[in-house]
């Protein structure tokens, strides 16, 4: 069995690919990253060696690049390739064009060309938009309010598109927020901790009180291979946690389990343009199927953080450079 996972290199796709072949043991995996910014290959490390392990640098916009990666064929595609941080895509909305729609599009006609047998898209609960009360199922209607939520749509809808127009056997993924190791550094929560480890504030957006429905990256990738495995084709699952917090009670655990104090270290900086209040997902299909998170999110964050003060060697490289350009640009005039 031989799988093609593109931007493996990530945070999702990396914890995926070493989950994966840790426990398909005769399964072995291409990955495909175009290594941007938050392609890091330290990030597989321990499995770049591996036999079953083959990695290709390209952009899953370049149908060569694709074809290269397929090579004598993969059994499936998984794909992670996405810029997908709100804020960048606020300051660059053109690169997730590029990526989560016209990129989409090629591995699409790749499943066609090289009668693959099954393509699964990761997605995100952000393209059901705001959610005021209640959870968002897999029929409900899209209403992406960021550049990057409506690339990610864009992307779920081409996928879904293939599957009424020419059968390509196609399945989607919605992921809540997501958290653990491995996470680059602009982002909330090992944002705020390697902050915290270096004594400097956190800037939290408005008052702080929107909600987020937190899921372990273990068990997102689990529910990925479980969808891929089990979901039926041409079907949407949502992925969540059941964790719903706000941002200052995230921001309260992450400063308590850093030792710092609120006061000295929580900034309240202007909100985010468009910022979506509350998410929540009803993943009712998913389990129905056999999948259900099993990590406690108290001991998941607990373990997050202490993963980020043991491994400084791997997140302060990370911000420098082209991290705190961007930094600046994000935050300097709030």
Known sequence: MRWLVTGGLGFIGSNYIRLALRERPELSIVNLDAMTYAGNPANLRDVETSS?????????GDPTAVDSAIGDGVDA????????HVDRSILDPEAFLRTDILGTHVLLEAVRRHNIARYLQVSTDEVYGDVSEGESREDDPLRPRSPYSASKAGGDMQVLAYWTTFATPVL??????????????EKLIPLFVSNLIDDQPVPVYGDGLQIRDWLHVDDHARGILHVLEHGALGEIYNVGGGNPRTNMEITQLLVNGCGRSMDAHVRHVEDRAGHDRRYAIDTAKARAIGWAPVVPFEDGLRATIAWYQANEAW??????????????????HR
């Open 77 to 84: 595609i998984v794909n992670f390739a996405a810029e997908t």
């Open 52 to 60: 079953r392990y083959r990695f290709v640098k390209g952009d899953i």
């Open 315 to 332: 997140w302060r490289p990370l911000k420098s450079g082209e991290f705190l350009d961007y930094y600046k640009r994000q935050y300097a």
């Open 172 to 185: 989607v993924t919605r992921g809540s927020n997501t958290y653990g190791p491995y996470q680059y550094p």
